[in-house]
C-alpha cells in the first residue's frame, strides 16, 4: 500500500483574532496511509481527535518560510535547527503538534512524538511510529496544501497576504535553476533564504566547476556542522592545497568498478543503508570475495592506491577523508586523517563507495553529514569491511558490547561499525529514529 502524505484542515470558526488567522482555523491534521502525526487527547471533549484546533495560516505561514530548509537540510546540532524544522516552535498561542521534519535530499523524515506531559492540557498528542516518505511526495503534498489554505483565505474574503508573498517567492524560485541551485546550498548550509550577507554560497558555487554540483553540496552540508570554523578548508583551493600536502596517490583507472551483472538499481523508495549495504554485497560477489577478511592490501589496491595511504602514520591535519581527481587525467589524491588504522580503513572503504555509486565530479568527500550519499558511504563501508550476514553467525544472538568488540576486531573495524550494522538489520535499538543515523565513523 502507497504510504501517502497529506496535511489537512477542516473549517471550524474562530471569533477572535486578525482576519487571516481566523479564515483558516480549523481542525490540522498531518495523516499517512497508515496513521496519523497528529492525533491527540482533547481535553474539552474528553476524546481524541485527529488533530488540533489552530489556525493553519500560521502552519503555513511556516511551511512557505522554511520551505527550503525542510525541503533539503539533514539533520543538524546548529543552534536554529530546530526553529526551522520543528512544529511546535511556531508559536502564536497555539499547542502545536510535537513533529520534526528534514530530509536527507532524497527521503523526507517525520518524527511525531508524544507529549512530554502525560496529562498535557488542553491537547495531549500521542505521537506515531517514524514516517519517511520519498521528499518529491513531501513537496507534493506542501503544494497541495499550500494553495488549499490560500484559496480559504480568497474565499472568505481577505486578501494579499504574507502567506502569499512567501509562498510566490519559493515557487518562482524552484523554477529558476540558478535561484534554486543557491537556496539549496543555504539549506544545506543551515540558512534562511538571502539570511547572510557574505560570499560563502558564491564561493561554494564557484567551486562547483572543480569540485562538480553534487559534491558541492555536500561540502555546504559539512560547512553547516562545522559553524564557520575553518570553512577555508572547504574550499576547492583549500582542498586541493592539502590533497597536495597530505595526500596520497591513486589512479581512478586501477580502481575497481561493478560490471553491468552487478550494477545497483536505486531510486528514492530505498533507503541509504539499503543502497550501501546493495552496493557492498554486490562488489564481493563480483570480487568473489565471500566473507573473508578484507586486508589492507586488498582494500588500497580496490581503491587504486597504495597500502601506505593505510599503514604510514597521517602525513598532517585534514577536515575530512576525500579523493580528488586532478582536471585532466585519471590521477587521483586520496586524503586520509585521523591516527587510527581502522578509522582510516573506514574512511578509504567510503570514498571507495561513493565512487562506485556517485561517478560524477572531481570530489569524493566523506563527511560527518546526515545526507543520503554520506549514509549510503557509510553503510557500504561498514557492510563491506564487516559483512552482515558473517557479523550475525558470529555473534549467534549474542549481542553484547565484549561480542561486538570481538567481532569488529576480527574484521579490523571499530565496535561501532558492528553496533551500526546491527541497528540498520533491526537486530538492537537504534538511539535516533532513523536509520543510519550513527555515523560509525571508527
Known amino acids: 500500500m502507497p504510504i501517502g502524505l497529506e496535511f489537512g484542515l477542516a473549517p471550524e470558526r474562530l471569533d477572535e483574532g486578525s482576519p487571516e488567522e481566523r479564515a483558516a482555523f480549523g481542525l490540522f491534521t498531518v495523516r499517512t496511509a497508515r496513521q496519523s502525526l497528529t492525533e491527540g487527547f482533547d481535553s474539552f471533549l474528553n476524546g481524541f481527535r485527529q488533530g488540533p484546533l489552530v489556525s493553519g495560516y500560521h502552519v503555513a505561514e511556516w511551511l512557505a518560510w522554511n520551505w527550503w530548509r525542510l525541503r533539503w537540510e539533514p539533520r543538524s ?224 589496491t580496490l581503491s587504486g592506491t597504495s597500502p601506505d595511504a593505510l599503514t604510514e602514520q597521517p602525513r598532517g591535519p585534514a577536515a575530512l577523508p576525500y579523493a580528488l581527481d586532478d582536471d585532466v587525467g585519471d590521477r587521483s589524491l586520496i586524503v586520509l586523517p585521523g591516527k587510527r588504522e581502522v578509522g582510516r580503513r573506514f574512511a578509504l572503504a567510503r570514498v571507495l563507495g561513493d565512487r562506485l555509486m556517485n561517478h560524477q565530479g572531481a570530489l569524493h568527500p566523506a563527511t560527518h553529514a546526515y545526507t543520503y550519499r554520506q549514509k549510503a558511504q557509510r553503510s557500504f563501508a561498514a557492510e563491506f569491511l564487516a559483512p552482515f550476514d558473517s557479523v550475525e553467525e558470529m555473534l549467534r544472538g549474542d549481542y553484547s558490547e565484549e561480542n561486538q568488540q570481538d567481532v569488529a576486531e576480527h574484521f579490523h573495524v571499530s565496535p561501532m561499525v558492528v553496533n551500526t550494522l546491527l541497528k540498520n538489520h533491526g537486530r538492537i535499538e537504534r538511539d535516533w529514529p532513523e536509520e543510519d543515523f550513527m555515523s560509525a565513523t571508527g
Not at 538499481?265 to 563480483?286: C, E, F, H, I, N
Open 77 to 300: 546540532a546548529s543552534p536554529d535547527w530546530s526553529l526551522a524544522h520543528r512544529m511546535n516552535s511556531i508559536g502564536e498561542g497555539y499547542l502545536w503538534p510535537n513533529i520534526e521534519i528534514w530530509s536527507d535530499g532524497v527521503r523526507t523524515m517525520l518524527i511525531s512524538n508524544a507529549s512530554a506531559e502525560p496529562d498535557a492540557k488542553p491537547f495531549r498528542y500521542v505521537g506515531s511510529f517514524p514516517t519517511i516518505v520519498p521528499s518529491t511526495l513531501f513537496e507534493a503534498a506542501l503544494d497541495e496544501f499550500l494553495p488549499r489554505v490560500i484559496g480559504r483565505l480568497r474565499e472568505q474574503g481577505v486578501g494579499e497576504t504574507n502567506l502569499d508573498r512567501l509562498w510566490r517567492d519559493v515557487i518562482a524560485e524552484r523554477a529558476d535553476p540558478e535561484i534554486a541551485k543557491r537556496r539549496r546550498l543555504e539549506a544545506l548550509m543551515g540558512r534562511d533564504p538571502d539570511a547572510i550577507d557574505d560570499d560563502a554560497v558564491e564561493g561554494l558555487i564557484g567551486d562547483a566547476d572543480r569540485l562538480g554540483e553534487a559534491a558541492v553540496l555536500e561540502v555546504a552540508a559539512e560547512r553547516a556542522r562545522m559553524q564557520h570554523e575553518n570553512e577555508n578548508l572547504l574550499t576547492a583551493r583549500g582542498l586541493e592545497a592539502i590533497a597536495q600536502a597530505v595526500g596520497y596517490h591513486a589512479c581512478a583507472r586501477d580502481m575497481v568498478a561493478l560490471d553491468a551483472q552487478h550494477r545497483v538499481v536505486r531510486d528514492s523508495a530505498m533507503p541509504a543503508w539499503k543502497l550501501g549495504t546493495d552496493v557492498a554485497y554486490a562488489l564481493r560477489q563480483q570480487e568473489r570475495l565471500g566473507d573473508h577478511v578484507i586486508d589492507d592490501h586488498l582494500l588500497a
